[in-house]
């Protein structure tokens, strides 16, 4: 009976321990989250390039005080003790670390603590002309994407295209939708890049005369219909009639539908109501 009660233990140990593997293998396997690759974003880690000022100080040493230095042409910068060291082309955390190690090498400090702060940007901006409020160079101390450096120059004037043009150092330029800046999510909103140019072009016009509130020349907007000009133009007079409706194209004069979209240049005029 002791023999029997052995065997069947043994019996339902061989059956046991392949479960409990097979589960341990699997199980991990299943656990495992998808992999989603995230959205490259440039390095928000700012290089030091000729004209931006930083302050260097070593902390809790009165002789070394804090220098307050620009980055001069050749990327170097004076510094008390050290004399002249190499800041362009480095970030604000290597620079620190290469100040502390040549104080450790000069026998100045046994172990400084160095810090390392910019005062003000120069060396790394962006070009940005056209209909916008305030061109100029705009200094970028971290990655920015276009509607950003719009947002720094002021804005769009009422006359801008309704699309403005990047073009890199590279030569490569792109057009993008004013419009799809916000609501396209962010591959239609891309980072700038430093000696990039944000162009924004005067918008092509169209002209509306004869029986509009505000007749006049306005900006042509991508997709504008005739229907929608009259609107721009401020409606109708009393004695304006959307059946008198004439578009003058490339100096020929068309008969068109409401609902047909403006070309650059074209004229409307709308006529009286004939009772």
Same mark, same amino acid.
């Given at each position: 009976? $002791?023999? =029997? +009660? ?17 589960? @341990? ?5 299943? @656990? ?34 804090? /220098? ?13 003790? +050290?004399?002249?060291?190499? /800041? ?7 620079? @620190? =670390? ?10 100045? #400090?046994? &172990? ?7 005062? =003000? ?7 940005? $002309? ?19 450096? $719009? ?9 801008? /295209?309704?699309?403005?043009? +990047? *073009? ?10 004013? @419009?799809? +800046? *916000?609501?396209?999510?962010? /591959?239609?909103?891309? #980072?700038? &890049?430093?000696?990039?140019? $944000? ?7 169209f002209y509306i005369y004869g029986q509009v509130n505000a007749p006049g020349s306005y900006p042509l907007k991508a997709g504008m219909t005739v229907r929608q000009a009259l609107a721009r133009g401020g409606g109708l007079t009393p004695s304006g009639s959307e059946?008198?409706?004439s578009v003058y194209r490339n100096q020929r004069k068309i008969k068109v539908p409401l609902d047909t979209p403006l070309a650059p240049g074209d004229v409307l005029v709308v006529g009286e109501r004939l009772f």
């Open positions: 009976m $002791l023999m =029997s +009660l052995r065997w069947l233990v043994v019996a339902l140990c061989v059956l046991v321990v392949p479960v409990s593997q097979a589960t @341990a293998q699997v199980a991990p396997q299943s @656990a495992l989250p998808a992999v989603v690759p995230a959205a490259q974003a440039p390095s928000s880690a700012y290089i030091l390039g000729p004209g931006d000022v930083v302050e260097v100080e070593v902390l809790g040493q009165s002789d070394f005080g804090k /220098a307050r230095v620009k980055i001069q042409p050749d990327g170097t910068i004076p510094l008390p003790v +050290l004399g002249t060291v190499q /800041a362009g082309g480095r970030t604000v955390q290597q620079l @620190a =670390s290469l100040i502390q190690q040549k104080l450790i090498q000069a026998q100045y #400090y046994n &172990n400084p603590t160095v810090n390392v702060d910019i005062a =003000s940007y120069a060396s790394r901006y962006v070009i940005v $002309l056209g209909d916008v409020a305030q061109p100029g160079l705009v200094p970028i101390d971290r990655p920015y994407r276009v509607s950003e450096i $719009l947002a720094r120059v002021g804005g769009l004037k009422d006359n801008a /295209a309704d699309y403005i043009v +990047l *073009s890199s150092v590279s030569g490569q330029e792109r057009h993008i939708p004013i @419009a799809s +800046l *916000s609501r396209n999510g962010p /591959a239609n909103d891309p #980072y700038v &890049n430093p000696d990039d140019k $944000l162009y924004v072009p005067d918008a092509q016009l059946g008198r409706v």
